[in-house]
């Protein structure tokens, strides 16, 4: 089989049908990229032209209450910020991993209305210089394009109103936190459509809403159905109706929650957390006619690399029958995984997630 674009693999896994390979990818940390270069990887050479990864590209609006954005200390260790949604975080300068959020600005139904009056779709949130430059050559070079919606749980909880008054308020006060989550994306989707009129066209939607930890989900599935689950159903038939495709990004075990998600026709399910509970092979032989999945690798095996193939020898062959996958880790790429290691990494899912 002649060898196909990112764009091409993906149109064909989404339709659950086989490729010349499965599409392969990953997200190593800007820790791990920062040793890459030590290792040899050239300056100014992009992660996925230089190990010959499939190439994606995310289209992203501003939906935040647009709170100012303030450097309030700055080390060679770490830098103290706020940000767009009114947080106070802080970034580690060269590790991996989540910020550390240390104070939130929406904590209440009140504060939320005022952040909620400073949220509104117009033009001036969408990076219209950036997609002139880049979408044409996206387009031609074969990408597979994501519309980011930034909405949800996790959203909530992390980068917006903080992780423990969040679940004390999915029991107190869940009016406030299901108007949280459809104001966001409402405004989200309405700027999305601005885009989307304009020309710059996305092949699927795409969201992060880690719902999930180790061994079970942060609620439960009744209150999934009741708060969360309409707008999940919202993101997803917006897709539809435009005939893209549909992608939920959601860590932890959130097994109970699968058949949920794949009667609302959801199209990709990533990133099958193995450490937390998740089962890429058993959710294939469930799901696999009806939803498609990336992820899958226990990304604590790059450090064990040996291991590593073995587990890679095991699933690939498995999740890429009939289409339907995406290879990568289950998590990203942490900075203990070498040049060399990551190198033989895409050597080995690319002879794996070859079709005959």
Not at 179 to 207: K, Q, S, T
Not at 302 to 322: F, G, N, S
């Amino acid at each position: 089989m002649a060898e196909m674009t990112t764009h091409e693999r993906m149109q064909r896994m989404y339709a659950h049908q086989e490729a010349d390979r499965v599409p392969v990818t990953d997200d190593p940390w800007n820790s791990t990229v920062e040793r890459w270069r030590r290792e040899g990887m050239p300056e100014g050479v992009r992660v996925d032209d230089y190990f010959g990864l499939d190439k994606f590209a995310t289209i992203s609006v501003d939906n935040s209450p647009q709170y100012p954005e303030e450097v309030l200390e700055e080390t060679p260790e770490y830098r103290i910020h706020t940000s767009r949604f009114g947080t106070t975080m802080r970034d580690w300068t060269h590790a991996g991993g989540v910020p550390d959020f240390l104070a939130h600005t929406i904590v209440d139904p009140e504060s939320w209305a005022i952040a909620k009056a400073r949220t509104t779709p117009s033009r001036d949130r969408i990076p219209w210089a950036h997609l002139e430059q880049n979408y044409k050559r996206w387009r031609e070079e074969g990408y597979w394009l994501r519309g980011l919606l930034w909405f949800g749980f996790d959203v909530t909880h992390s980068w917006i109103v903080g992780t423990e008054r969040v679940l004390v308020a999915l029991v107190e006060q869940p009016e406030w936190l299901v108007d949280v989550f459809n104001h966001f994306l409402d405004v989200n989707l309405a700027l999305l459509d601005m885009v989307w009129d304009a020309g710059y066209h996305f092949d699927e939607a795409m969201w992060y809403d880690d719902m999930g930890y180790k061994g079970t989900q942060f609620f439960s599935l009744r209150m999934y159905r009741e708060l969360l689950k309409p707008v999940h159903r919202r993101a997803i038939e917006w897709a539809h109706q435009k005939g893209i495709k549909a992608r939920l990004h959601s860590c932890g075990n959130i097994n109970r929650f699968v058949p949920d998600l794949v009667d609302m026709g959801l199209d990709m399910l990533n990133p099958l957390e193995v450490k937390a509970g998740m089962d890429p092979v058993a959710l294939k032989a469930q799901y696999g006619d009806r939803l498609a999945f990336h992820g899958g690798l226990n990304a604590v095996l790059y450090t064990e690399p040996e291991e590593l193939w073995a587990e890679m020898r095991r699933v690939i062959p498995v999740m890429k029958k009939d289409g339907g996958y995406l290879i990568s880790s289950d998590h990203s790429v942490p900075d203990s995984v070498s040049l060399e290691t990551f190198r033989q990494w895409v050597a080995l899912a690319k002879e794996l997630g070859r079709y005959d």
